[in-house]
């Protein structure tokens, strides 16, 4: 079970910084990702991290102003989210899967999603 938590709403330009917990204690076996979906839009890749936090991978869209890391202590995932802009507004969802990858088929866990909404 994954819960996101975090979301919230922000002026352009500020900060959040998401967390998606999971109640499994083979947290530290499985490769993360931070997926979005828009209203009328589909649901978007926007980062993922390997299983030991060594690689990372990002969208051209967030690169430069979103952080994935991990605690495996914790059994914990974030997404720092930096200089947030109106069209970062989505539904933020956490998803655990066995092979780092920008592909949401290929993500077996998925959480029930933390809203993110971007004032201008």
């Not at 299983?51 to 974030?78: A, E, Q």
Request: glycine share 12%.
């Amino acid at each position: 079970l994954l819960t996101e938590s975090g979301g919230g709403l922000v002026q352009a330009g500020g900060s959040l910084r998401l967390s998606c917990a999971a109640s499994t204690q083979t947290f530290s076996s499985y490769d993360m990702g931070w997926f979005r979906q828009a209203p009328g839009k589909e649901r978007e890749f926007v980062a993922a991290i390997n299983w030991s936090g060594g690689s990372t991978f990002y969208s051209h869209s967030v690169k430069g102003r979103f952080t994935i890391s991990r605690d495996n202590r914790k059994d914990t995932v974030y997404l720092q989210m930096n200089g947030l802009e109106p069209d970062d507004t989505a539904v933020y969802y956490c998803a655990a899967g066995t092979a780092l990858s920008d592909k949401a088929d290929d993500y077996d866990s998925w959480g029930q999603g933390t809203q993110v909404t971007v004032s201008s």
